[in-house]
Nanobody, 120 residues
Framework: QVQLVESGGGLVQAGGSLRLSCAGSGSIYSIGTMGWYRQAPGKQRELVAT???????NYADSVKGRFTISRDNAKNTVYLQMNSLKPEDTAVYYC??????????????WGQGTQVTVSS
């Protein structure tokens, strides 16, 4: 079994910072792209940022210059450093990863989500 477990969400004032973490565990052979998505109430889930195993990154325009995605491949972990947070960043943040398990099955995985609330 493969799991993605997120941590680091919470309540912060506008202008503040939070750091999210997502660790993969279980029968992981290798991990491809890892990323973060978010879903605000009444809205569709949207991409926040992704990072390939080789280090290439992609960001939503709304977070460029404020959020930074990084990963520790040895720990199967991806991070999202969020600075200059705005009330519109309030959402449930989900970790996403494309993982190959020990049986060489290639599958997309999602974490359970972590709430980020930014007060004005």
């Amino acid at each position: 079994q493969v799991q993605l477990v997120e941590s680091g969400g919470g309540l912060v004032q506008a202008g503040g910072s939070l750091r999210l973490s997502c660790a993969g565990s279980g029968s992981i052979y290798s991990i491809g792209t890892m990323g973060w998505y978010r879903q605000a109430p009444g809205k569709q889930r949207e991409l926040v940022a992704t990072r390939t195993s080789g280090g290439s990154t992609n960001y939503a325009d709304s977070v460029k210059g404020r959020f930074t995605i990084s990963r520790d491949n040895a720990k199967n972990t991806v991070y999202l450093q969020m600075n200059s947070l705005k009330p519109e960043d309030t959402a449930v943040y989900y970790c996403n990863a494309y993982i190959v398990d020990f049986r060489h099955n290639w599958r997309e995985h999602w974490g359970q989500g972590t709430q980020v609330t930014v007060s004005s």
